[in-house]
Nanobody, 122 residues
Framework: VQLQAYGGGLVQAGGSLRLSCAAS????????MGWFRHSPGKEREFVAA????????HYADSVKGRFTISRDNAKNMLYLQMNNLKPEDTGVYYC????????????????WGRGTLVTVSS
């Protein structure tokens, strides 16, 4: 599966952005999907994940209550709604897929997309 994230941009603190990830291939609906970010001076970190049906989600503590991950299997799309953004949310956001119906934390992702830059100004 090929993945492409988009929707990043410059936003003020407290604002919102919605990231999208377009996936190719027929297997998207059978894969668990996740979002990661790479912030300046930090290692890449997990942000959120969702199982194949959308019925189970996981979030990093730093984004709980502010970010919402969702998917539309009919459109082969993954989303990340980001609200109440903070400067520390700045980074390049990547979507990723695991060849599994459920997300397994700590297990590597099998596919990665190109990232999209999110910049949150204070």
């Amino acid at each position: 599966v090929q993945l492409q994230a988009y929707g990043g941009g410059l936003v003020q603190a407290g604002g919102s952005l919605r990231l999208s990830c377009a996936a190719s291939g027929r297997t998207f609906s059978t894969y668990a999907m996740g979002w990661f970010r790479h912030s300046p001076g930090k290692e890449r970190e997990f942000v959120a994940a969702i199982n194949w049906s959308g019925g189970s989600t996981h979030y990093a503590d730093s984004v709980k209550g502010r970010f919402t991950i969702s998917r539309d299997n009919a459109k082969n799309m993954l989303y990340l709604q980001m609200n109440n953004l903070k400067p520390e949310d700045t980074g390049v956001y990547y979507c990723a897929a695991q060849r599994s119906t459920n997300w397994f934390p700590g297990r590597g992702s099998d596919y990665w997309g190109r990232g999209t830059l999110v910049t949150v100004s204070s």
